[in-house]
């Protein structure tokens, strides 16, 4: 599976849009961007993925470089809530079943 | 409903002790899953079931033994743990376990401690 590289920390303004870039440079064709989030002391939660096209849904937008060697998670407007560990994950689209979890981003939102 | 449940949110036990971790959801998932993660760490991957049969074991000691009695239902029986296995323990559940429909949903965790 494809390593992924995060920033280890970021800082972001309530209100204004989160950018979390994440590096993905030896990813193969047939492998997912997934995208999760851990709260303080909850599971891990489901934000978005996407295979080479940008999406977008209720949470975040994932917006892939055409080269698909990386990617950035944006939040539109940022809250307190958002401040979590953001992990980036690239796992294939077929066969093995294996979600490894990096070091991931902790992003602190603050008001 | 999108929620799994994870019983007990908290456990403490002796190295001596049997205890078991209980996971369950109700979406209809066909995958489920067991992480350890220890503090200031990422999950790391313990077990996979697929469809009921287990499908990943990452070289996890046999003092952990996973169980899938249904579709619904994911045990972790725990015997004679070590200190050192003392972490928050995550289960998760996905439609299926490969392919875009992947998208994995965590229970709460279970916070356990070995004395």
């Known amino acids: 599976d494809a390593k992924t590289t995060q920033p280890p920390s970021m800082d972001c303004a309530e209100g204004r849009a989160a950018n979390l870039p994440c590096n993905h440079s030896?990813?193969?064709?047939?492998?997912?961007v997934y995208w999760y989030r851990q709260i303080h002391s909850q599971g891990p939660q489901y934000i978005i993925h996407?295979?080479?096209n940008n999406e977008t849904n209720e949470m975040a937008s994932l917006i892939i470089t055409e080269d698909r060697k990386s990617s950035t998670l944006i939040l539109p407007h940022a809250t307190l809530r958002d401040t979590a560990v953001y992990y980036c994950?690239?796992?294939?689209?077929?066969?093995?079943?294996?979600?490894?979890f990096g070091a991931g981003t902790r992003l602190f939102v603050k008001a | 409903d999108t929620e799994v449940t994870q019983t007990p949110k908290h456990l403490v036990m002796g190295m001596t002790n049997k205890k078991s971790l209980k996971c369950e959801q109700h979406m209809g998932h066909r995958a489920m899953y067991w992480y350890k993660q220890k503090a200031k760490k990422p999950p790391e991957l313990m077990f996979v079931y697929s469809y009921e049969k287990l499908s990943i074991n990452e070289s996890v000691p046999s003092r952990f033994s996973p169980e899938c009695p249904n579709s619904s239902l994911l045990n972790l029986h725990l015997h004679a743990l070590q200190p050192e296995d003392s972490a928050l323990y995550l289960c998760a559940s996905s439609q299926v376990a490969r392919g875009p429909l992947n998208e994995q949903y965590f229970g709460p965790g279970t916070r356990l401690t070995v004395t």
């Open positions: 030896t990813i193969s064709g047939n492998e997912y």
């Open positions: 996407g295979l080479k």
């Open positions: 994950i690239v796992r294939p689209n077929t066969g093995g079943f294996k979600t490894i």
